[in-house]
């Protein structure tokens, strides 16, 4: 069962990112861009997966912990925590994915220290954040199980089951990687992408987003794409001995495997994401008891391509 932390209540905005990776720098540089927009790391929310593909996962975490932003645990932390054999991020038994995590893994695995797979164990599952009038649920997969890939094109039907569960006006989720925006029956639900790696667009570039409440009640939700010091982070991955293929995917741009994802989400592969942002505001279920139509709102290609089908 999924347990909330206390409920974070904002009426300022707040920055959201996800999956730091042991990327070390792109973790600074997310930090530097909260302080940049003058937002206090108390309204910060990282949505797990501090300790993965890159070269610091020890740094990572620590510089995570320091800084006092909230954190959701993460299946890379769990497994962290819990002395497992490996990442627990459900890639397919066989697939270049479950052969790279091995390599991955394990690095982090030797150098996590003891206190810090304690301080991974007591992180929340979920965090409640209140931010304007919007009740949303922070999580790291999906409410039902922790380590669930939930994309743009993951069907509404699983998406509205979640967001049952989760009991709130929408939900922030993490795990699959990629930004996106969507109404779901009314509802949101809404992933600003991870730091640790980019997202599969063609650019080094990586993501994070900013929820800004508004006096309607609604969020400008804002998707920003963040450049950091690349070169830095694929250097150390190569001086720790990793594998290339991440590090190849740092520089590229490109992930290395596509094997997670779905048939769209793996046409749009090398397609260059434009930073946007975008207005949503609850919606009260019509007369006839409908409420209003699912739709993507971001990435914009997305939508355009979708409509054009």
């Known amino acids: 069962m999924t347990r909330p932390s206390s409920p974070l209540i904002a009426q300022v905005p707040v920055l959201v990112f996800g999956g730091p990776y042991s990327n070390l720098q792109a973790t600074e540089a997310v930090l530097t861009a909260a302080r940049e927009r003058q937002i206090p790391f108390d309204h910060v929310i990282c949505t797990g997966d501090l300790a993965a593909y890159c070269a610091n996962p020890q740094e990572t975490i620590e510089r995570v912990r320091r800084s006092g932003i909230h954190v959701v645990m993460g299946n890379c932390d769990e497994q962290l925590a819990d002395g497992a054999g490996d990442c627990g991020c459900g890639f397919p038994a066989d697939s270049a994915c479950d052969r790279l995590s091995a390599a991955w893994f394990q690095y982090c695995d030797a150098r996590v220290s003891a206190d810090q797979r304690g301080w991974l164990a007591q992180l929340p599952r979920m965090i409640e954040l209140q931010i304007g009038r919007a009740r949303l649920a922070v ?164 939508v355009a391509t979708a409509e054009a089908v």
């Open 139 to 302: 999580i790291h997969g999906s409410v039902s199980a922790i380590n669930h890939f939930i994309f743009a094109t993951t069907d509404a039907g699983s998406k509205a089951h979640e967001l049952d569960l989760a009991g709130c006006d929408g939900v922030i989720g993490g795990h699959c990687g990629l930004p996106f925006t969507e109404i779901v029956a009314g509802r949101l639900w809404h992933n600003p992408g991870v730091v640790g790696m980019p997202a599969n667009d063609g650019t080094p570039r990586v993501w994070y987003s900013v929820l800004t409440p508004l006096a309607d009640g609604g969020l400008e939700i804002e998707h920003a794409a963040l450049s950091y010091d690349h070169e830095n982070a694929a250097r150390a991955m190569a001086d720790a001995g990793l594998p290339p293929d991440y590090r190849i995917g740092l520089e590229t741009g490109l992930w290395p495997s596509l094997d997670v994802l779905p048939a769209w989400e793996r046409s749009q592969t090398g397609r260059h994401l434009a930073s946007g942002a975008l207005r949503w505001r609850q919606q009260q279920p019509s007369e006839d008891g409908r409420a209003e139509p699912d739709r993507l709102l971001w990435p914009e290609h997305v």
